[in-house]
């Protein structure tokens, strides 16, 4: 499990939630670090709102890819507010597809990188 800090648009974390090729459903091993997002949102960052931006490799045709990502961040906040309580009015869901990879879509090592879901602050 990694953590990979942004720069681009701040404050915002980018969370490798393994996904498995083309599948929406959260692989077990993200679940520890959901659960440490889980936490912080319940604690820290209760008060603030969340963008959860789905994200996913260059395999596919855009359309394909998009409606994956967009099906990948509402997985991620429908775990975090069926298993931590988040409220719903506090996560938005929003699918990016393949627009915006942080790794060449060359090798299936940098594939994975890209198949990755991202918290952004937005309020």
Not at 58 to 77: D, P, T, W
Not at 102 to 113: C, F, G, S, V, W
Request: proline share 3%; charged share 25%; no cysteine.
């Amino acid at each position: 499990l990694q953590v990979v800090e942004a720069i681009d648009i701040l404050p915002k974390a980018g969370a490798l939630i393994n996904f498995d090729f083309d599948s929406a459903s959260i692989n077990a091993d993200s679940l520890p670090l959901l659960n440490e997002f889980g936490n912080a949102l319940k604690n820290s960052f209760s008060d603030a709102l969340i963008l959860i931006a789905g994200h996913t490799d260059s395999k596919g045709s855009n359309e394909y890819n998009q409606n994956l990502s967009e099906m990948r961040a509402e997985a991620v906040v429908e775990y975090l507010t069926e298993s931590h309580g988040i409220s719903p009015a506090t996560l938005r869901a929003k699918g990016f597809g393949e627009t915006q990879p942080i790794a060449a879509n060359d090798t299936e090592e940098h594939r994975l990188k890209n198949r990755r879901v991202e918290f952004v602050r937005i309020e």
